[in-house]
Nanobody, 130 residues
Framework: QVELVESGGGSVPAGGSLRLSCAGSGEAYRFDCMGWFRQIAGKAREGVAVIRNGGATTYADTAKGRFTISSGKKTVFLDIHNLQPDDAATYYC??????????????????????????WGRGIQVSVSS
């Protein structure tokens, strides 16, 4: 049994900062990959960032510069700086075991709608006020 629970969402003024947290429970210790996707109203879900056990990070092009992903024990964080109206979305925490290629652990990238991630949180809303 695995559960991912997001917290830290809410309404933030444009230009402000926000930290989202995601705590994994149950067998979440199995996951070498955790990350964030988001869905803006009326648009397809999109990747934001992922982090591999050990700290390696990958960001979607749209997230480079203002988003920072970090992790702790069965926990992943997403810091968003200089929030823009386009950042208003439902943010989802994701996790997966990853895969090994040539003895190296890889995580599915924060791309597409995240079909390679099998475990999802329920999502948390972030609103940006102008």
């Amino acid at each position: 049994q695995v559960e991912l629970v997001e917290s830290g969402g809410g309404s933030v003024p444009a230009g402000g900062s926000l930290r989202l947290s995601c705590a994994g429970s149950g067998e979440a210790y199995r996951f070498d990959c955790m990350g964030w996707f988001r869905q803006i109203a009326g648009k397809a879900r999109e990747g934001v960032a992922v982090i591999r056990n050990g700290g390696a990070t990958t960001y979607a092009d749209t997230a480079k510069g203002r988003f920072t992903i970090s992790s702790g024990k069965k926990t992943v964080f997403l810091d968003i700086h200089n929030l823009q109206p386009d950042d208003a979305a439902t943010y989802y925490c994701v996790a997966d075991e990853g895969y090994v290629v040539e003895k190296r652990m890889w995580c599915p990238p924060p791309a597409g709608e995240g079909a390679e991630y099998h475990y999802w949180g329920r999502g948390i809303q972030v609103s940006v006020s102008s």
